[in-house]
């Protein structure tokens, strides 16, 4: 028999996607010279300081600081504001310095990027790691010139380690792809949609969604409990894989199923398709739908003139419901082929929940075998506020209510609105005198409902069966204090969730959050404690 701690071992060690990364050309602008564009990070800081005697290490907190990240976004954005505003005039550097140290009443505002893609921002690891370098070596070594300064010989060994990497990658390329480093074959940009399709051909990715009852039978639910939506209708199923949900529509009595993937698991869905008698009834196409759609050579969408898309079915479902970010691709199907007044989204509705647990992830290196690790909580603490976590989180770790925060509904909503903002409540447990909360923990139901259809849907929550998306756990800085809530007290706040710039399949996240109480119904909030979350999800 299984149990529930069987699906937890299923989705526990799911090994990793396998991803192709290819060299990013990013282009760094220095603060003194915004419109200036250098190859490195390590070439625009010396060009600040070289021409303009301003070094922004100098500026930014030492790397002890608890706060490191988000201090350091505020002073990379206030000289940016500083400089634009300078724009026309001398820039005045010891100006700039005085503002720098100047502290604002709303620093907040300097969140927001103030320069598109910037780089000084999205590698703030690189700015780190020279400050921590700079912070362990004070004096200058004694053959140093007085004009080399230590930030600058830093600089150079930043530099020479980024070449040694570069070199690395074509070495690695020539060894084990025998790739001719021609001009027109070395790949000099982020081909995110190359490494994501390419994680789609391993078989293992196929077989652990398959495994997965609870996605699986909900979709074979929803489909073949509803089939007076397929039958003699056009379905288009995006993303296919292995064609399950092509195979459930067929069997749902589809007179036609188009099934669209852009990895090479496409191959073996055509045999698929063979091997269960379902040729005449699912063609199965190779491509992007985007690609598909405006007839950008290569294959061809089975579609008749004036012939629509009755049904536009899809698991584009990611860690967090939006990782990896799939939902555009079936958006672009759904505005340019599917019936405008018959058609549907299958699933029709998505929506995130936000809730909050306690964990001893940190405390257990207190004591490691009757051993004290405790040099290693820093080094713990780090990574998890830098990186958001996908865990299964125990229903008993939850300690306070599950709370809406956001519903797309799939048949209306727009590209723009999967970047939001949005409003959260969080109280405790009504069993709870107090509680501690750890971590945020994002998960998401989905919803598969229409007009005269038999409703179906799934959820993805900590109180339900495990599922292969898991839950996805954004933490507190436990050095600032973790919130800790009386009884009568909330967390609230803004949870902010976005597509990174770089690559817009992983997502970035901000949270801002207060912790207090309306001491009577009507009156002003009572703010006890406030900070800030900084987090993402990334496939690198």
């Not at 209708?233 to 529509?249: E, N, Q, R, W, Y």
């Not at 609105?417 to 405790?428: I, M, N, R, T």
């Not at 009386?486 to 399949?505: C, Q, W, Y």
Request: hydrophobic fraction near 35%.
């Amino acid at each position: 028999m299984s149990t529930e701690n069987d699906e937890i071992d299923t989705f526990s060690n799911d090994s990793e996607d396998e991803h192709i990364t290819g060299e990013e050309t990013i282009q760094y602008f220095p603060i003194t010279s915004p419109n200036t564009p250098f190859p490195s990070l390590v070439d625009a800081l010396a060009h600040d300081q070289s021409i303009h005697g301003f070094n922004l290490i100098d500026h930014i907190p030492s790397t002890s600081n608890n706060d490191f990240y988000e201090e350091t976004i505020v002073i990379i954005n206030k000289c940016r504001t500083f400089v634009q505003k300078s724009q026309g005039s001398d820039l005045d550097i010891d100006t700039l310095k005085t503002f720098l140290a100047s502290k604002e009443v709303n620093e907040e505002d300097y969140f927001r990027p103030v320069l598109d893609d910037d780089a000084f921002l999205m590698y703030i690891d690189d700015l780190e790691d020279i400050k921590d370098s700079q912070q362990s070596s004070p004096v200058a070594p004694a053959d140093s010139s007085p004009s080399e300064t230590i930030s600058q010989l830093q600089m150079k060994i930043l530099a020479l380690e980024q070449q040694l990497t570069k070199a690395s990658s074509y070495v690695s390329n020539i060894l084990n792809e025998k790739q001719d480093l021609t001009p027109s074959s070395v790949q000099t940009g982020p081909d995110n949609d190359t490494y994501y399709f390419s994680s789609y051909s391993h078989s293992s990715i196929h077989e652990t969604m398959l495994r997965d009852s609870v996605r699986t039978e909900a979709y074979q639910n929803a489909i073949l409990n509803n089939s007076q939506l397929f039958k003699d209708k056009i379905v288009m199923d995006i993303g296919c894989g292995t064609g399950i949900l092509s195979l459930f529509a067929a069997k749902a009595g589809a007179k036609k199923v188009i099934a669209i993937d852009a990895s090479d698991m496409y191959k073996e869905a055509r045999e698929i398709v063979l091997l269960n008698g379902y040729q005449d009834v699912i063609s199965v196409v190779h491509g992007k739908v985007e690609d598909l759609i405006e007839n950008k050579g290569g294959e061809k969408l089975p579609l008749e003139e004036g012939e629509q898309v009755d049904v536009v079915i899809s698991e584009w479902m990611g860690y967090g419901l939006f990782f990896e970010t799939m939902l555009p691709s079936v958006m672009v199907v759904r505005d340019a082929l599917m019936n405008k007044e018959s058609g549907t989204m299958w699933p029709s509705r998505s929506i995130l929940f936000l809730e909050g647990a306690k964990d001893s992830k940190i405390e257990y290196w207190s004591n490691v075998y009757g051993f004290n690790m405790n040099v290693m909580k820093d080094r713990v603490v780090k990574e998890l506020r830098k990186d958001a976590e996908v865990e299964i989180v125990n229903a008993k770790d939850i300690v306070t209510n599950r709370d809406q925060v956001i519903v797309h509904d799939l048949n209306t909503c727009k590209d723009e609105e999967l970047d939001f903002g949005v409003p959260f409540e969080l109280k405790p447990n009504s069993d709870l005198d107090s509680c501690q909360i750890d971590k945020l923990v994002i998960s998401f139901d989905i919803e598969f409902n229409t007009r005269g259809s038999a409703p179906t849907s799934f959820s993805t929550g900590c109180q339900t069966k495990p599922t292969h998306w898991k839950q996805t756990t954004l933490w507190f800085n436990p050095y600032d204090g973790v919130p800790v809530l009386a009884s009568n007290e909330i967390l609230k706040g803004t949870f902010h969730m976005e597509r990174n710039d770089v690559n817009p399949r992983d997502m970035d996240f901000l949270v801002r959050w207060d912790v207090g109480s309306y001491p009577e119904i009507g009156s002003v909030f009572a703010n006890r404690m406030s900070g800030t979350i900084m987090s993402k999800l990334s496939s690198n």
